[in-house]
């Protein structure tokens, strides 16, 4: 997911999915080639960026078991580095909101 991109066309909500074959569709009846699962891969987010000033954003998680988007807190990513998000369980949907860039100073705490 391209958030640089995102920020140049305006976006405030990207949305992330885990892709589930559901019995009675298409994939389901012939299932797409898929890499190997990593189970770890389902607990985080990494997120890094080449804009000139810091990167701040709000962030929601569905866990696999269905039911609200819950806040959880996200860390400001600066300029050229990378931040990961990491949670105890698998992410079944990640929202990606309030896509801000940050100006110079500000402290980088993360929170909800």
Same mark, same amino acid.
């Given at each position: 997911m391209d958030i640089a991109e995102g920020l140049? !066309?305006?976006t405030t909500h990207l949305s992330? *999915? @885990?892709l589930t074959l559901e019995p009675n569709t298409a994939f389901y009846r012939k299932p797409p080639q898929l &890499? /190997?699962?990593?189970? $770890?891969?389902?607990?985080?987010?990494?997120?890094?960026?080449?804009?000139? @000033?810091t990167l701040k954003y709000s962030l929601g998680m569905m866990l696999p078991s269905g039911g609200q988007v819950y806040a +959880?807190?996200? $860390?400001?990513? &600066?300029?050229?580095? +990378?931040? *990961?998000?990491?949670?105890?369980?698998?992410? !079944? @949907?990640?929202?990606?909101?309030?896509?801000?860039? #940050?100006? /110079?100073g +500000?402290? #980088?705490? $993360? /929170?909800?």
């Open positions: 140049r !066309f305006g992330a *999915y @885990q &890499p /190997e699962h990593d189970a $770890c891969a389902d607990m985080q987010l990494a997120v890094s960026h080449s804009l000139p @000033q +959880t807190a996200s $860390c400001p990513v &600066p300029p050229g580095l +990378t931040t *990961y998000e990491t949670w105890p369980n698998p992410v !079944f @949907q990640l929202v990606i909101r309030d896509l801000r860039l #940050l100006p /110079e +500000t402290p #980088l705490t $993360c /929170e909800k």
